[in-house]
């Protein structure tokens, strides 16, 4: 095990893209393992860089799900990247929703089939990082509410986004875990 997961770990290094991203999406299917946890745990800085990294460099689906993963499985540690793991993904998000809708003007249905998924996995990825870190960093609420405003206001002004339970869950955490909401 500690060999495949030291395999895994060079290749989200790899100058080619493919392979990190192929290395990044077989590593969370590792995670079940507690001995894959334990390898991680001490690298996770450098793991979620590569995996915000890979998500600057391309849309990809499977990504998402794979930061989703670790997010759960490492609920307890993830807030002190919870900043910059939600201005990543929101980013992504309105870089998508942008695709998403040129695509809509455009007429290409299959690719907005697509950034509908993703987009909708990166709300659900904002939702559980904020849910993780729900009422224990009371100082980065006012941050995060400047970084998911634009999103949250995104996705609940569209009417034809699958993810408006996600946002309306965000800024819900947002108000609950807030002394004051602007």
């Known amino acids: 095990m500690r060999h495949a997961l030291n395999s895994l770990y060079s290749c989200l290094q790899s100058n080619d893209l ?19 946890i334990e390898f991680i745990k001490p690298g996770l800085s450098d793991v979620i860089r590569i995996y915000l990294k ?9 990504l998402i799900t794979s930061l989703k993963k ?3 499985v490492f609920e307890d540690e993830i807030g002190p990247y919870a900043l910059d793991l939600c201005q990543k993904l929101s980013e992504a998000y309105l870089r998508i929703f942008e695709t ?10 299959d690719l907005d089939e697509e950034t509908s998924l993703t987009a909708e996995g ?24 400047e970084i998911l405003e634009t999103p949250i206001l995104t996705t ?12 309306l869950t965000c800024l819900c955490e947002l108000i609950y875990n807030q002394q ?3």
């Open 180 to 182: 004051s909401a602007s």
């Open 70 to 72: 670790i997010v759960d």
């Open 54 to 62: 890979l998500i600057d460099d391309i849309d990809y689906d499977e």
């Open 18 to 36: 493919p392979v990190r991203v192929n290395a990044a999406v077989s590593l969370i299917k590792l995670l079940d393992h507690p001995a894959a």
């Open 156 to 167: 609940l002004n569209d009417m034809f986004t699958e993810s408006t339970d996600e946002g």
């Open 100 to 109: 998403k809708k040129s695509n809509a003007n455009s007429g290409k249905l």
């Open 122 to 145: 990166l709300m659900t990825a904002l939702r559980r990082i904020i849910q993780s870190i729900s009422g224990r960093y009371p100082e980065m609420y006012p941050q995060l509410e």
